[in-house]
């Protein structure tokens, strides 16, 4: 799990940033429209939306943005109907890569994946063929200032998480799905400040990386994260925090 975190932390930070150029809310708010429109726009009865809208509320997105974009994904205002699709394939060293999209033009968002993977030595594999390398799972992302590690562990699987790992410099809490917004509760409630909670894909087996092969496939997965369509990136890479600290200074 090693630079999973890392990298999670990172996205975070830069996500901070498109935030305030208003560039990240029209992502969050086709995630929020989806969600709505699948499960409806009862945060309590769908655990996709409350995820959604928890994240976007992390974000410091306006409550009027995230109102308008469940009325649009349960119908009660009209809005661009967005298509939710997955591609699959591998990065530059064999890495696998899943990336989640929300588009309104199918052939668009097609013809950019194929071109983006093709121009960073990757290349599109058909569904399925990558994504039984990894798990869906909530995760929880918590300073390790926060308290010691014996006594967050006995908080999270109190508070019903499936497992803890320990990072550099924090903890992360693994929880199922459905339950990541109910545990993420019960541990602020607990008094502890959370550095991020998101449903993500988890890789069961890490392909580890040098600084160099890191640098190649953080490359494509910056461009990937860079199209307005896309939603979210995943890979199965697994590269030091010393080495992904390096890079990060770098960008």
């Known amino acids: 799990m090693s ?6 932390t990172i996205k975070h930070k830069k996500g901070k940033e498109d935030a305030k ?8 708010s086709r995630y929020i429209t989806v969600a ?5 726009g009862n945060l309590d009865m769908n655990a996709a939306l ?7 509320r992390d974000f410091s997105m306006p409550a009027d943005n995230i109102d308008r974009a469940i009325k649009r994904g349960t119908g009660e205002i009209a809005g661009a109907s967005y298509e939710q699709i997955t591609y699959e394939g591998y990065g530059p060293d064999g890495v696998a890569v899943i990336v989640e999209v929300m588009t309104d033009n199918r052939n668009r968002t097609a013809a950019d994946m194929r071109h983006a993977f093709a121009k960073y030595n990757g290349n599109l594999g058909t569904a399925g063929s990558v994504s039984w390398m990894f798990d869906r799972k909530g995760v929880i992302l918590v300073p390790k ?6 006594k967050i562990f006995e908080m999270a699987i109190e508070a019903g998480a499936e497992d803890i790992n320990t990072e550099d410099d924090q903890y992360e809490v693994v929880t199922e799905p459905s339950e990541l917004m109910e545990i993420k509760s019960r541990l ?11 449903l993500t894909m988890l890789p069961k087996t890490p392909t580890p990386l040098d600084k160099e092969q890191a640098r190649r496939v953080l490359r494509l997965l910056d461009v990937l994260e860079d ?9 199965n890479f697994d590269i030091s925090d010393d080495i992904m600290e390096e890079l990060a200074g770098e960008g």
């Open 188 to 198: 602020e409630e607990l008094g502890l400040e959370l550095a991020s909670a998101e």
């Open 145 to 150: 200032k926060e308290l010691a590690e014996d």
């Open 36 to 40: 709505a429109r699948e499960g409806g």
């Open 50 to 56: 409350a995820a959604a809208v928890g994240k976007a």
């Open 3 to 8: 630079g999973h975190s890392k990298w999670s």
């Open 21 to 28: 150029r208003g560039k990240l809310f029209s992502k969050l």
């Open 227 to 235: 199209n307005d369509d896309v939603q979210e990136v995943y890979a």
